[in-house]
């Protein structure tokens, strides 16, 4: 009866061993799976973000240098100054276009044909004339002078210097002809064609002309919006979520305002910039397209999560903060202020930082407030108009020449790293000035 007994214990026990075995099998296979699956996620989520660069850093990259043409220019003074007084009004409206035309007439005299010379003066970019105007006001005494002037080239021939222009394609669909390549050679073979670095990309506003158009304006106009938005945003958010956290009563009216400033934050932004539209421009009549509208908007659309990060960064400050000042006969007020506020400021920083990129990044309420707008002159205060870096990079996106392809990819570079540096930033002061307990 024993060994009966024995033996059925024995094929439970063996039983039981065989069916863990399968299951301990089952659950790592469903482990491996598992694991595959989630490597397989972010290797595709690399491969699409390094997709993403890639296509940007090439398209973009050639944006950061622009050609430039030497010409020998005759500062004629029958076409700069006849009255030969140097009159600065005379000097500044001159025909310096005709200087250009007449330098390039000397280097190809075969070209002939009204045609034919439109082409060979598309050459050069319509800055050229404006490099030589102000050379000549700064610079008087090279009225009735030669000299050799670097212009810099029409955004067509910058395109094909780039290689950005495919010479193999039938003529009739590229609009740099064969003429112009043989011109465009003609130049690199005499020396007279170089690659510098494009200044007039972060020093100029916008432009009609590719190779004339800059960010600085846009840029600027996002540093006056930011600014606006952090002196509005960060103060009143603080305040917000020190007495949400510290003084406020625990009843329905102070959970229905916590419930709003949550759904706040995941309100799409454009319904902000109807807001704005509605409020700041028709009902209190501020300027339209101007950086105070846009920052007035985008901090409305940052404090709660300007809000949102403040009150997690009070609440992570130990209790006994507060009970030890209070103890040794602080107030409330005290307490807050000299004890609570700087353990919890370096994680109200952080989330001000993350906001305020959210903020340089946004597009859809500033072009509810008009910031759309083709705007040549750089802002010089916040009630100026401008535009934005993000809207820049849309004007320019649906623009149909060629060379505004490379710099809405630049532009997008440019908005990429300061995205960049200000989460750095943000990990930054983080990292150095919390304090874990």
């Known amino acids: 009866m024993s060994n009966e007994l024995t033996r059925k214990k024995f094929r439970s026990s063996a039983e039981t061993l065989r069916l863990v075995e399968a299951s301990l099998k089952q659950r790592t296979r469903r482990e491996k799976r598992f694991q595959f699956f989630g490597i397989a996620s972010v290797v595709i989520s690399i491969a699409f973000v390094g997709l993403f660069f890639t296509s940007i850093i090439s398209q973009g990259y050639?944006?950061?240098?622009?050609?430039?043409?030497?010409?020998?220019?005759?500062?004629?003074?029958?076409?700069?100054?006849?009255?030969?007084?140097?009159?600065?009004?005379?000097?500044?409206?001159?025909?310096?276009?005709?200087?250009?035309?007449?330098?390039?007439?000397?280097?190809?005299?075969?070209?002939?044909?009204?045609?034919?010379?439109?082409a060979l003066r598309g050459l050069i970019s319509v800055g050229g004339e404006y490099q030589l105007r102000d050379m000549v006001m700064a610079e008087p005494g090279l009225i009735a002078t030669v000299a050799q002037v670097w212009v810099p080239a029409d955004d067509e021939l910058d395109m094909y210097f780039k290689g950005r222009v495919d010479i193999n394609a039938e003529e009739i669909n590229r609009r740099f002809k064969d003429q112009q390549v043989g011109w465009a050679e003609a130049l690199r073979a005499g020396g007279r064609v170089e690659s510098r670095f494009n200044t007039i990309f972060f020093t100029s506003g916008d432009s009609r002309d590719p190779e004339m158009a800059g960010i600085w304006?846009?840029?600027?106009?996002?540093?006056?919006?930011?600014?606006?938005?952090?002196?509005?945003?960060?103060?009143?958010?603080?305040?917000?979520?020190?007495?949400?956290?510290?003084?406020?009563?625990?009843?329905?009216?102070?959970?229905?305002?916590?419930?709003?400033?949550?759904?706040?934050?995941?309100?799409?932004?454009?319904?902000?910039?109807?807001?704005?539209?509605?409020?700041?421009?028709?009902?209190?009549s501020l300027p339209r397209s101007a950086p105070l509208v846009g920052g007035l908007v985008l901090a409305l659309m940052t404090m709660p999560t300007v809000i949102i990060a403040a009150r997690s960064a009070i609440t992570a400050v130990p209790p006994s903060i507060r009970q030890a000042a209070l103890g040794l006969g602080a107030s409330s007020v005290q307490t807050v202020v000299h004890h609570v506020l700087p353990l919890a400021m370096p994680g109200m920083l952080t989330g001000a930082i993350l906001g305020l990129a959210r903020a340089l990044g946004e597009t859809a309420p500033l072009l509810m407030i008009g910031m759309v707008a083709f705007i040549v002159e750089i802002p010089q205060t916040?009630?100026?108009?401008?535009?934005?870096?993000?809207?820049?990079?849309?004007?320019?996106?649906?623009?149909?020449?060629?060379?505004?392809?490379?710099?809405?990819?630049?532009?997008?570079?440019?908005?990429?790293?300061?995205?960049?540096?200000?989460?750095?930033?943000?990990?930054?002061?983080?990292?150095?000035?919390?304090?874990?307990w």
């Open 62 to 118: 050639t944006a950061f240098y622009q050609t430039y043409v030497q010409l020998d220019i005759n500062f004629e003074a029958e076409l700069i100054d006849p009255q030969g007084n140097r009159d600065p009004q005379a000097i500044s409206s001159a025909n310096y276009q005709q200087l250009v035309r007449n330098s390039l007439a000397d280097l190809f005299p075969d070209v002939s044909g009204r045609k034919e010379k439109r």
């Open 382 to 436: 916040p009630l100026d108009p401008s535009s934005a870096l993000p809207v820049q990079i849309y004007l320019w996106a649906d623009s149909p020449e060629r060379a505004f392809v490379e710099r809405t990819s630049a532009a997008i570079l440019v908005l990429l790293a300061f995205l960049l540096v200000m989460n750095a930033g943000a990990v930054w002061l983080r990292s150095k000035f919390e304090q874990r």
């Open 217 to 284: 304006a846009a840029a600027k106009g996002s540093f006056f919006m930011l600014f606006v938005t952090l002196i509005i945003s960060f103060p009143l958010g603080v305040a917000a979520a020190i007495y949400l956290e510290e003084f406020a009563p625990r009843n329905r009216w102070v959970d229905l305002v916590e419930v709003n400033i949550n759904n706040l934050a995941a309100v799409p932004s454009i319904v902000f910039g109807l807001l704005g539209l509605s409020v700041f421009i028709n009902f209190f």
